[in-house]
């Protein structure tokens, strides 16, 4: 079991969910504080806990919890939303990058600082959708494949200034969110373990549940990844020219 002890953590979407058991496993693993970004009101019995009222599309919000907290060790980009669609109705496709992509990168923009400070992580929960599109879900799985994009960018961009970020290739997983697909589930408190020893082993990409896991070699090997290192090696030898 990895430790994150004396860590230092933020979860978005907190309150349900993968956030909520995220947060559950971060106590469990000896973290300081867990910070439990949520839209609405909060509470939790542990006093490592503080809830954060965290829109993450709300720039202003962002802005102001950035504010609020003092140091950072680990920050989990999990919030997200997920509805079926056709796209048919473009503002359905805004919503979920409000959400899925610019809600990430805003969120990340703004602990950045905080990171570079001590070194750290960020965490992007991201979908086996951002590999291939799920044809119930493309405006999901779009976002969710920008986000990869992002995660993958922020990954490059961020090491010469000492943060990991780790992208989580998460599959159908028992939660509100998966409640209309009639497939086989992980739970969630299982999924929340593997990413906690995902970042603990230093994997880029963490499959966390059995659909994904069964991905993971080939992904790893394949030349998709293979160009993202090539990418990587250039972008550090410029980094450091
Ligand atoms: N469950 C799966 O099968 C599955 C598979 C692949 C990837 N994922 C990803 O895993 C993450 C967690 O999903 P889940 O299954 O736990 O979903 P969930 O049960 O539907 O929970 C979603 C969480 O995101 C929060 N959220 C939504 N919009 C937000 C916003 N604008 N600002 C802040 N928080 C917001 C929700 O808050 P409210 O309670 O206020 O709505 C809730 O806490 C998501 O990124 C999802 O895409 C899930």
Known sequence: ????????????????????????????????RVYAGTRGAFTHPDERVVPLL??????????????????????INNAGVGVLDDLDDRAILESHLAVNLFGVHAVTQAFLPLLVRSRGA?????????????????????????????????????????????????????????RPFDAPKDAPESVAQAIFDG??????????????????????SGPAKELEREYAAIAAADSYA
């Not at 962002?62 to 609020?68: E, F, G, L, M, N």
């Open 199 to 220: 970042v603990a082993n230093g994997e880029e990409d963490i499959f966390p549940d059995s659909a994904s896991r069964t991905m993971a070699a080939g992904w790893r």
């Open 54 to 75: 965290l829109d993450v599309t709300d720039a202003a919000q962002v802005r102001q919890t950035a504010q609020t907290v003092a140091s950072l060790d680990l920050l």
């Open 1 to 32: 079991m990895a430790a994150i002890t004396g860590q230092t953590v933020l979860i978005t979407g907190a309150n349900r969910g993968i956030g909520r058991a995220l947060l559950e496993e971060a106590l469990h693993r000896g973290a300081q």
């Open 122 to 178: 960020v965490v992007n929960n991201l979908s086996m959708s951002a590999l291939a599109p799920l044809p119930i879900i493309p405006a999901y799985s779009i976002s969710k494949a920008a986000a990869l994009s992002l995660t993958q960018s922020q990954r490059m961009l961020f090491a010469g200034r000492g943060v990991s970020v780790h992208a989580v290739l998460i599959g159908p997983t028992d939660t509100d969110m998966s």
